[in-house]
């Protein structure tokens, strides 16, 4: 397998695919002018392909409550945490994009704590960083402290779920070595 | 919000419930005695839902390459890692049944270098182990040690899959605070 | 030696062992109905048998201050974090049987931060956890806030001195890699 | 408190103690010139001082397979883990008596891998920091390893018995804030 | 101070400097057409802004034995281990120039495993990496290692004391909130 | 190469020095009675030589501020956290000289917590502890707690800046494995 492979396990001609994830892959090549690695890898398993995008559309494709610039810095912030090259250099990407802010990928996947950020992101980071690292000593006196900070319980939920949603993403990202595309990297800079 | 609240977020009423959820807390209710509390929880946010048992049924709920039980002694020794209080007793009880083994759930959950366990499934465990700790650094040469020692593509697949499912799937039932059902806590002891 | 084994270190047959040894473990046989391995392991060094279960006695055996439950309950969170098979599933029946709680044993020793705890128990776990963990950096300051909480100065004492003993315990129980009877795994469920 | 107080908890006068150890007290008291402070702070709890030094003497004062030297260099390597002063400083004193090297002590606390070890000793404190740090995940395997490199049973056992009681030790100086006796820091230097 | 400050303690004024500072910090900035902002902060403090940049331009400005290019490349991947920002976004503009590759800074911030490196790099790499976090149990047996896969004992000693150096430098940019200057970040992308 | 040697690297003969290091080595040869062995092992890169003793020399050789006895204990307490032989011998005895206190040295290195420290030096000895672990998540609020304890900004830049400087100087003596000189060790006791 080159060392450029997008993936270490398998990767299934388009035309070898069910007809749904073949469409899902045209109408974002379509849009982004090149097939993000992602859907690609996964489509190796075409039932975990479908749960994976429905999971993530379901957290990323929204924007009541937090804006779809914060759900990116959550998912930059802790997908550094993890190492996982695919996820913080596709999702640095639309971060710069969803932000307008070329600087704030780079600075959220390096060091968090010197990011430009508001105190209300501060917050949302803040806790991510949390979620991902000591999800198990939650507390309600935390959560209580995000509500005191401003956060809504819904949003509060965003944060843990990305995080959670991203936990996962990360790993697959890694067992499978996923390639980021060449493109992702110089987007938006 | 009482002690032994389900979720610290709220849990909608059945009759409140999209149709298609409503129908799979019936089946689950009929099949188990009793609605596992991950079902009321996560009932919170029907998309979210909807993916989340895709995905878990896509993995979880087969039995090619890796047995049921090998399916949930990855789950029981990684959740355990996570602290995961809801993933551990539920699906202790799970793997006490598919294994038909009543130690083997407290014995991966404390320490998997002393469960019972075959060279076979010992491989399987360790790989799970480190797909949760430190999914980052695996190489293809710990892929190729995991052949060498017997598993196939697919199944060093569906250990990493697993793993990740589950990461996420420990910090839901962190972030919400999610409570085992007392009845999984004595089954097939 | 079978992967069953009491112990990876020689077992002495029960006549080959010193009277009081003797004496002590068919006093336990009587009382429980079967003999705690920790007795057929330790047996392989008599003097070290008798200074164990004379510090494990004046720990444990005692109810001012501190409940019995509430000295089971340190054993079961720190020994948890111990990775200690041994004394996770025999402590955490003892812990079932004095707290009269089928769940908090297995609650403990996943998520202390979940278990059903009232906020004395949260206070004796809370310190018991700082104990195992990171004693060497406990202040003054630190043991103020307990007695603040409400404890007395003989509790704290017993709270250090019970995860003293047991962090000596489960690195002994990992040493010998000592197998809990299966008595244990059910009882009082 | 005086910052220089012997335990953050009571000591009792040598007179109020009971005889036997009063006489163990004044003991070693001739045979140093002075009271070591842990005779002193356990003091507060008699029948734990009993266990205590009978454990102690058991594992420390003996010198069939390990030697006295080998024993010391145990309790200073793993008592550094746990940043314990009282344990580093006054058994460092009793490591340079017994090893007749003024530099060994220091050596063993500050880095263990740069110390003046033979071969058996470099196996030795080996095995004593694997013990202290992860004892949990300590298979065959390695006492096999331990095995071939000329170790026997019985040394294996007292490598992980000493390092088990010290980790009792090491929290329990931490615990009362124990303080070495100044004159243990320049003695045999 | 603002959030954009080039550091957290007082910057002078270029006509307040020393004359041999003012003079470098001219030649860089006609060098580079920007001043890099690790001078400013640094003036703070001639006499260690001499030593610092002497340290630097003794072990940077070099190319025998290990490459510019492989210079840089401990620099980002040890910088990243300790969230340092100034060095990654920095180092890794100057890397992207030297190695003629505009993705491995950003592979090597974020997963030093999963970049595209050769052979020789990945040793490079990895006792870099092995310098940042845990040098102190670094043995004559890892050296010969690494002189086993084709390096120098000059290229040894450059890879740790080039890794030593950013170990300082990072620590003065996590002091001073030292802000890499925007020019950094799509340099050479 | 001896066990005994001053570095695992080429030290060379003093005739075959720059003019300027063996002069250096000379005037510290005099003053001591014997040659730390820094300044051999390090002789072996002139240029970087120069540039470390620079640099040390700009953070040691001043008493504004931080006194000469505060900036040793940073290099202590810091030393021991990386485990560096080298640096806790010989600084240990430096600091028991400036301190005129037999037994700061062994305090610090052992366990910072339990050091016979006032409330100043504790302050000083934190914030170094604190920028030897994680100096990526030191923020302007964390300085002013500094400042609010009296510390001013150039005795704050001091701590961190020894540190930094020293978490340098701890890696080349683990790189070389520069071996203290005996004198080190029982001097000032």
Known sequence: MSEHAVSRFPVP????LPGDIRAAIETVHEKSGFIPNVFL???????????????????MDKSD????????M?????????????????????L???????????????NPWKADLSVRERLIVGFAL???????????????ALRDGGLTDDEIWDIGAIT????MSNRLAN?????????FYAMAR
């Open 164 to 167: 959670a949603f991203f936990a």
């Open 96 to 110: 710069r994009i969803r932000a307008k802010n070329p600087l704030i990928a780079d600075q959220l996947a390096v």
């Open 175 to 183: 067992l499978t070595s996923m390639r980021p595309n060449d493109e």
């Open 130 to 144: 949390r979620m991902v690292n000591d999800s198990a000593s939650v507390t309600d006196a935390d959560l209580q």
């Open 13 to 16: 001609a388009l035309e070898e």
């Open 65 to 72: 409550g937090l804006t779809k610039a914060e759900r990116e």
């Open 74 to 94: 959550i998912v930059v912030a802790t997908s550094a945490v993890n190492d996982c090259l695919y996820c913080v250099v596709a999702h640095g990407a639309i």
């Open 41 to 59: 890898a996964l489509a190796h398993r075409p039932a975990e392909f479908r749960a994976f995008f429905a999971a993530h559309d379901a957290l």
